[in-house]
C-alpha cells in the first residue's frame, strides 16, 4: 500500500483528500503545519508528499527545500492558491518538486496526479542499470549518483530525465517526449518546465554548467546526451 503525506493546514480539504486517498486504496499520514511535515517526511518514510505552499511554521517551499538538502528524493506535489504566481512555481521546481496543482482543483484530477507521479516518480525504466561520463557515476536501480566521490543530491525526476537521456545517447529527444516519458502525461504544466530541469540537471553534473559537454541543447529541438 503506497503512503501518501497529506501537509496541509486547511483542515476540511486535508480531510477530504485523505478521503479521497484512502477510497483509492492509499495510506494517508497528515500534518498540518511545515515543522511536522518536515519530520514525518524525514521519518514516516512516505511514498509521495503532498505539499501546501503556504503553512504555519514553516513555508512549503522551505520544507522542500530542507528535503532535498537532505537528500530526501520522494516525490513531492505541491499546492497553492497563488493563481498566476509564476515564481513560487518555478522556484517550487527548481527546488524539486515534481509537480504542481493550483487550488480549487477535483479530487479525480488530484487521484490522477497522485498516480501519474508515483508511477513516473522513479527513474524511467528504459533498460540503462548504471553509467559513467566524465568524474560522475550514477547508478539508477540503486538511485545513487556520485561527482568526484561526492555524493550527488538527484531528485526522482533528475534520475529519469537522465536515465532518458543516457539511455538515447547522442538521440535528440525533444521536451513533449520527455514530458510524456519522465512525467507521464502531455502538459505539466509547459514544455519549459523542461528547461527548469535541466538547468538543475547541469548544475549538479556538469564541471561548467554554462558550457556543458554531455548534456546538450539542440536549438528548436531538444536535448541530446553526449558521455
Known sequence: MKRVLLIEDDAAL?????????????????????????????SDGPDLVVLDLVLPSMGGLEVCRRLREKGNNVPIVMLTGRKRDEIDKVLGLELGADDYMLKPFGVREFIARVRAVLRRGRAVAVGVDVCSFGDVSVDFRKKAA????????????EFGLLELLVAREGEV??????????????RFPTTRTIDTFIRNLRRKVEDDPSNPSHILTVPWLGYKFKG
Open 14 to 42: 486535508r480531510t477530504t483528500l485523505a478521503s479521497a486517498l484512502e477510497s483509492e486504496g492509499f495510506l494517508a499520514l497528515m500534518a498540518s503545519d511545515g515543522a511536522e511535515g518536515l519530520n514525518k517526511a524525514s
Open 146 to 157: 556520485t561527482k568526484g566521490g561526492k555524493d550527488l543530491a538527484l531528485t526522482a525526476k
Open 173 to 186: 529527444v525533444g521536451r513533449d517526449r520527455i514530458l510524456n516519458e519522465v512525467w507521464g502525461y502531455d
